[in-house]
């Protein structure tokens, strides 16, 4: 368990802090976008009390927490444990529910459970009620995957990163539901790391609602733990200080949408700014395997290309171990 955290910590130490960059270049780019598709529109099949929207995210050292709505009370309680159907522990946690404009959303539960061990399969059931659904915690030894903005189909990585837009709703509060319903089958069964986009702001000119009502009440992720006073902010860091490019300080990787109906930005600010290393214009996927405790790889795949193709990539090596950039970072960081 003790590794466990070691590598969640790693991972907070790759986004955010000094690394260095060895860059490869892609070809350029021969996307051809295809025509939106009409808007998804799910609804829940189970009983009233029976979960929905199951979704589970990592919660500090070797915790998980587990989110589902229900339309009727239930208790806030997970049963878990490494057998099916044989729960051995019981959390309980809150449960809220929002208001937008005439819209009221169901009871929205957060439990937290654990100590969990590494790279097991947990089996649980929410609320007391419907089906058992189960997760596998990420590994304790490297290496370990990430998956970022993942055209959805597969469970081949240990963590799904998503950065907003999320449900893409625009005020349209039952788009939230749909989504929830879209993406249980995956994010019960991966932690899903998000954050928050400009179409989750959803807020009015009054600020009634307030900016990411749905958003902050739906996806809460572990930003007490690691120390921010804000479900917008957790753990990330800067590695741009005033326009200038700094080689100790962490590195961003800045990725658009899985896709969207908007089409893609396909300008860019000329020239190009000293701090940004590659641009290009395409919808995909990326993935972050880290290693090893000082090398991490990126690699960055378009939808339009076959899954194994690699349209770019990066390797990333923590510089805690240069000495140049010791005086730059804080000492119990390094
Ligand atoms: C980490 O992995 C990289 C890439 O495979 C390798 O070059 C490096 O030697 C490894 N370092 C350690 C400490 O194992």
Not at 130 to 143: L, Q
Request: charged residues 20%; proline residues 8%; glycine residues 6%.
């Amino acid at each position: 368990m003790e590794k466990w955290r070691s590598t969640l910590l790693l991972l907070c130490i790759l986004l955010t802090h000094p690394l260095f960059t060895l860059h490869s270049k892609a070809q350029p780019d021969d996307f051809v976008r295809q025509p939106p598709r009409p808007v998804v529109v799910t609804t829940h099949h189970g009983s009233e009390t029976d979960p929905q929207q199951v979704h589970i995210s990592l919660s500090g050292e070797d915790h998980m927490k587990v989110s589902w709505i229900t339309n009727a009370a239930v208790p806030s309680t997970v049963e878990y444990g490494k057998v099916s159907g044989e729960y051995t522990a019981t959390a309980t946690g809150t449960q809220t529910s929002y208001h937008y404009f005439s819209y009221k959303s169901g009871k929205i539960h957060h439990v937290k459970i654990g100590p969990l061990e590494p790279d097991t399969v947990y089996y649980y059931r929410c609320g007391g009620f419907g089906p058992e659904f189960s997760f596998k915690t990420p590994p304790a030894t490297f290496p370990i995957e990430f998956v970022v903005v993942e055209h959805v189909d597969s469970i081949d990585y240990d963590v799904f990163l998503l950065p907003g837009d999320l449900s893409y709703a625009n005020g349209q509060q039952p788009l939230w539901d749909s989504f929830g319903h879209l993406v249980e089958p995956y994010a019960s069964r991966r932690p899903w790391m998000v954050t928050q986009g400009n179409h989750d702001i959803e807020s009015h000119q009054s600020n009634n609602p307030k900016d990411f009502t749905a958003y902050n009440a739906r996806w809460p992720m572990p930003y007490q733990e690691s120390g921010s006073n804000s479900n917008l902010f957790y753990s990330f860091n800067t590695r741009v200080y005033d326009n200038e490019a700094d080689s100790c300080s962490p590195v961003y990787i800045t990725i658009g949408d899985g896709g969207n109906r908007e089409g893609l930005a396909m300008t860019f600010e000329e020239p190009t700014p000293s701090i940004s290393v590659y641009r290009e214009p395409s919808f995909g996927h990326g993935r972050l395997r880290i290693l090893n405790t000082t090398h991490a790889h990126w690699t960055w795949h378009r939808n339009d290309d076959s899954n194994p193709f690699v349209a770019d990539q990066v390797w990333l090596e923590s510089l805690s171990s240069t000495k140049a950039c010791h005086s730059k970072i804080p000492h119990d960081e390094l």
